[in-house]
């Protein structure tokens, strides 16, 4: 059985209650957080308890739930017509603060 180490996080925690962890097989419940390159970085534990009859299935991170990630899909070209190009001349700038203010309180 392979051990799997990570480093966790944990809201509470009662040194009594753990300490007869320390050195066990345990078996976590919690979100795991991935690295960009998909490998797990730590996880934010919500309950830690001893793994006694779990199968050895369970002893391996689960995969992330998406695939990494291509900056370069994320880039698009930028024209008049999109990204800052279709905001610039568009905003009047010819109204005071006071009506800016009433029109977007009128919208909310």
């Known amino acids: 059985m392979t051990e799997l180490k990570l480093r966790g996080f944990m809201k509470e925690v009662r040194l009594q209650i753990c300490k007869p962890l320390f050195r066990e097989r345990v078996s976590v419940n919690g979100t795991l957080v991935y690295r960009p390159s998909s490998r ?9 308890r001893l793994a006694e009859s779990e199968s050895s299935l369970w002893s391996r991170f689960p995969a992330p739930p998406h695939e990494r990630l291509d900056v370069y899909r994320l880039r698009q070209p930028q024209s008049k017509r999109t990204g800052v190009g279709a905001v610039i001349g568009q905003w009047p700038s010819d109204e005071s603060d006071e009506e800016i ?7 909310s």
């Open 101 to 107: 203010t009433e029109k977007l309180t009128t919208l």
């Open 40 to 48: 797990p970085l730590c996880i934010d534990a919500t309950l830690v």
